[in-house]
């Protein structure tokens, strides 16, 4: 179920893996909440799901892994992106004491992938538009 690409399908399925008694095991609600934020449509549900339900969350697993939070936003390449992690940070580095070096490699990452999109992107664009292929990109 986390490949649909029906945006309320994965979000009626992010809801169920952290609600007890749904029909999904608790042990599996990580792998769900990874599936989802490893879809290309689910990305942003799982961002926005793990910041409006962190509590909720951090306390039906009993501590939030890091990997939730890096596959909810390794892909990122927005400076709008990158602020709302670096804030998401800054709202929550007291449950995360283990993860500093983890969030730090994460920030890295993302801020590498502003850099990146902001210094090729039209490059590739202009290439990409003059091959044909222009209505395949994502919007940035």
């Known amino acids: 179920m986390g490949c649909t ?16 008694d749904s029909g999904i095991r608790k042990q599996d609600a990580l792998t769900v909440f990874n599936a989802i934020a490893n879809n290309d449509v689910g990305r942003q549900l799982a961002w926005v799901f793990l910041q409006d339900h962190w509590d909720d969350i951090y306390d039906f697993v009993e501590r939030v892994p890091m990997r939730m939070i890096r596959s909810a936003c390794r892909k990122f390449k927005t400076e709008h992106h990158l602020k709302e992690l670096v804030e ?53």
């Open 88 to 140: 998401f940070y800054e709202a929550h580095s007291h449950q995360l004491p283990h993860n500093a070096l983890d969030m730090a490699q994460l920030l890295e990452e993302v801020t590498g992938n502003v850099a990146w999109l902001k210094n090729h992107y039209d490059e590739v664009l202009a290439w990409l538009e003059s091959q044909g292929h222009a209505y395949m990109l994502p919007s940035h």
């Open 5 to 20: 690409r029906r945006p309320w399908l994965l979000s009626k399925y992010l809801e169920m893996a952290f609600t007890p």
